[in-house]
């Protein structure tokens, strides 16, 4: 905790952006948090994960934060731990370092468009209902409501089916294809419009993780924000199932909003597509099968 101006008790606010791809894009999401009221008493830790990049050609401090900017951290990731494990790294600096009581755990994509947002957070934080929460994030292009994510994460038996069909389309990737990617056109969001036009926040859904906000409670409790780790996809059904076992309470809370300019850099050729959706499939495959294993082992069947 710290003192804001009045000498007023408030928490430490830390935001962790996972960095990877174009910095200008990192850039405008640190830029964003410059326009937040009180945005001088904030930490921001940029976790560089772009493990693509040869050492010479990936970022600095300097990239992102001028010399004299107090609140700026940055971290170079080294090994490909994917998701999980970079933003862990940002959290675990969050947490330990810099003792932050919330840490706001967000993709470099995202942009803060309410000036009041941390004196929103804040506030939820104090009245102590939630212990994590995320705010209604609207995709920059198609407008659409990404968060909640589900209202409810895969049953033990529907994450069995999703490993055999996704195991299935892998061996026979060629065939797979084409129908594969129809499907993809076809995916959307869940859009919970009565919490939306009402205000009300929507409790125990699972959260969509490009943005997420971690409350004291949790924080003091949690050494890692993502656990078990994967190393790209079912963080946000991982992250519901281990909040409904340790208690902790979670809230879509739609009085939050940020922008998400998701798939912004993406290559659309069609030899792209075609590798980038192999690349996807084959890590739900593989975090599947982690998320079926912390199931089996925690006695979760539903």
């Not at 693509?52 to 080294?78: L, V």
């Not at 049953?155 to 129908?179: G, M, R």
């Amino acid at each position: 905790m710290g003192l804001n101006k009045k000498g007023y008790v408030v928490p430490k606010v830390a935001f962790v952006i996972l960095h990877f791809g174009d910095a200008t894009v990192t850039k405008r999401c640190i830029e964003s948090l410059d326009n937040l009221i009180d945005s001088d008493s904030i930490s921001i830790i940029v976790v560089d994960n772009e493990l693509t990049k040869p050492a010479e050609s990936r970022t600095c401090r300097a990239t992102f934060f001028r010399q004299d900017d107090k609140r700026g951290h940055y971290i170079r990731i080294e090994e490909d731990g994917g998701f999980s494990y970079a933003n862990n790294t940002g959290y675990g600096y969050a947490r330990d370092i810099l003792k932050a009581d919330i840490i706001v755990v967000t993709n470099n994509d995202i942009e803060f468009i309410q000036d009041d947002f941390l004196i929103k957070v804040i506030s939820i934080a104090q009245l102590g209902e939630y212990d994590v929460i995320g705010p209604d994030t609207i995709q920059a292009t198609t407008k659409k409501h990404q968060n909640p994510m589900a209202l409810k994460a895969p049953s033990l038996k529907e994450v069995e089916k999703t490993i055999f069909l996704n195991s299935i389309a892998l061996n026979f990737y060629s065939i797979s294809y084409p129908i594969l990617s129809r499907c993809e056109k076809e995916r959307s969001y869940v859009v919970v419009n009565d919490a939306l036009e009402s205000n009300a926040s929507i409790e125990n859904v699972v959260l969509f993780g490009a943005c997420l906000i971690f409350l004291p409670n949790f924080v003091l409790n949690e050494a890692k924000a993502f656990e078990p780790e994967t190393h790209f996809y079912y963080e946000e059904f991982l992250l519901f199932r281990k909040c409904q076992r340790m208690q902790y309470r979670t809230a879509f809370v739609p009085s939050l909003s940020v922008i998400h300019e998701s798939g912004k850099s993406t290559d659309t050729s069609y030899a792209n597509k075609r590798s980038n959706l192999h690349f996807r499939m084959s890590n739900i495959l593989a975090s599947a099968k982690i998320y079926h294993e912390y199931l089996k082992q925690n006695g979760i069947i539903d």
